[in-house]
């Protein structure tokens, strides 16, 4: 199908529905949190804790979204480790270590810097489907952060949705 992708209906929602076409309301709907693939090693599980606690919080994240996020976690453990023995081989060097030499003397590419190029290619890829992109993060608007505990008092914050009414709006309603 030609064009471009369609966006998912949570996403459509927490940006407030800006094309103001009716959603799909048919969309599956899954549920459940993914639990982190044991494969991964220590860099990609760290990430994993980070970006995962985010996406489930606003909801974009759900068991069947599992392999996606953990390929961009793999990616990402890529990516820095190449970027660490990257700046190790500089510093032990004390020169820039982005052209070596072929055993014929010619000059090439270092090979880290292929890797960490294919890593954060991929990275970027994953994250636009997860919603990890800063475009993607300007389209959204997050829930109100929700009291925890039950005081009538307690008022809902809004976190990045400016179109709410003003503070001064929710005091001067009706009881």
């Not at 949570?10 to 459940?32: D, T, V």
């Not at 990616?75 to 982005?98: D, H, I, M, P, Q």
């Not at 003397?105 to 994250?127: H, S, V």
């Not at 505990?149 to 914050?157: G, K, L, M, P």
Request: charge should be positive; include cysteine.
């Amino acid at each position: 199908m030609p064009g471009r992708k369609p966006k998912p209906t949570i996403s459509k929602e927490l940006a407030g529905n800006p094309g103001h076409r009716p959603l799909n309301q048919n969309e599956p709907k899954p549920s459940g949190i993914p639990t982190c693939p044991s494969c991964l090693d220590a860099t990609a599980k760290r990430e994993w804790t980070r970006i995962s606690k985010e996406l489930i919080a606003v909801g974009l994240l759900t068991s069947v979204d599992r392999a996606m996020l953990a390929s961009y976690c793999d990616a990402y453990s890529r990516w820095s480790e190449a970027t660490a023995e990257l700046n190790e081989l500089r510093r032990t060097k004390g020169k820039s270590v982005l052209v070596v030499g072929t055993k014929t003397g010619y000059p090439m590419q270092n090979p880290l810097i292929g890797i960490i190029n294919t890593a954060a290619d991929q990275m970027r890829k994953f994250g636009a489907e997860l919603g990890l992109s800063p475009s993607s993060r300007t389209r959204l608007s997050a829930e109100s952060v929700k009291p925890s505990v039950d005081d009538e008092f307690a008022i809902s914050i809004p976190r990045g949705n400016f179109s709410r009414p003003p503070v001064t709006e929710l005091f001067n309603r009706d009881a």
